[in-house]
């Protein structure tokens, strides 16, 4: 049983469209992460959401951590090529943020010109 | 936020055979993670390094398999023993800093077990 469930796990889109990426877990998170990763690289830490109900933007990357710190949403808005990649949510279980991480499944996303 | 290097960036090795991979963190860290990770998919988290002490393993990664080092509190290492195809992936390795929520990660090892 995956402790995050991410979905989806694939994306094709043309450039200009919008796009959610959703994060779910039974568990709740002291903190939750979205990292990008693209081929040949590790992942890169994009936010972090720590506050139940917190809303974070970065340029045309909206994301938000549920109210019960259970799930995490990253909204994309009129996607570019660049954008391509995979995008993975994390989290630490419990109540602190010392730990492991935990990871989604990943999503795959293509932005086609 | 912390650097990290991690070499080498790519290998092709015999079956049988073993492959050390290295992690240098350019500042003091609290945790050093390997995770393994099949392209584009998710990471998998192999263990722990534990500074002075054996590293702590996920559920079905072993130490004569997988022995790990971490002599410091910026360097580790972990070997990929008796390799078969099975273990072609890439091998990535984490740092936390203390109390820090967000890990980082190098750049990855791409093995091919031949």
């Known amino acids: 049983t995956q402790l995050l469930e991410q979905s989806p796990q694939f994306l094709s889109i043309q450039e200009g469209e919008n796009l959610t990426v959703y994060c779910n877990s039974s568990s709740v998170f002291s903190s939750l992460q979205w990292y990008r990763q693209e081929p040949g690289e590790g992942p890169v830490l994009l936010v972090t959401?720590?506050?139940?109900?917190e809303v974070k933007k970065l340029k045309r990357l909206t994301f938000q951590f549920g109210d019960a710190r259970k799930d995490s949403s990253l909204h994309i808005t009129a996607a570019q090529p660049g954008d391509t990649g995979l995008y993975l949510c994390?989290?630490?279980?419990?109540?602190?943020?010392?730990?492991?991480?935990?990871f989604g499944q990943g999503t795959i996303l293509t932005v086609h010109p | 936020s912390a650097v990290i290097s991690q070499k080498p960036s790519r290998d092709i090795c015999q079956r049988g055979t073993s492959l050390t991979i290295q992690c240098q963190v350019d500042s003091q860290v609290t945790m050093m993670f390997w995770y393994r990770q099949q392209p584009g998919q998710s990471l998998t988290l192999i263990a722990t390094a534990n500074q002075g002490s054996e590293a702590t393993y996920e559920s079905g990664f072993v130490i004569d398999k997988f022995p790990i080092s971490r002599p410091n509190l910026t360097f580790s290492t972990l070997t990929v023993s008796n390799m078969s195809p099975e273990d072609s992936s890439i091998y990535l390795c984490?740092?936390?800093?203390?109390?820090?929520?967000?890990?980082?990660f190098g750049q990855g090892t791409r093995l091919t077990v031949v």
């Open positions: 984490s740092a936390k800093g203390q109390g820090a929520t967000e890990a980082f």
């Open positions: 994390a989290g630490v279980v419990g109540g602190t943020s010392y730990g492991k991480l935990t």
């Open positions: 959401v720590v506050t139940g109900g």
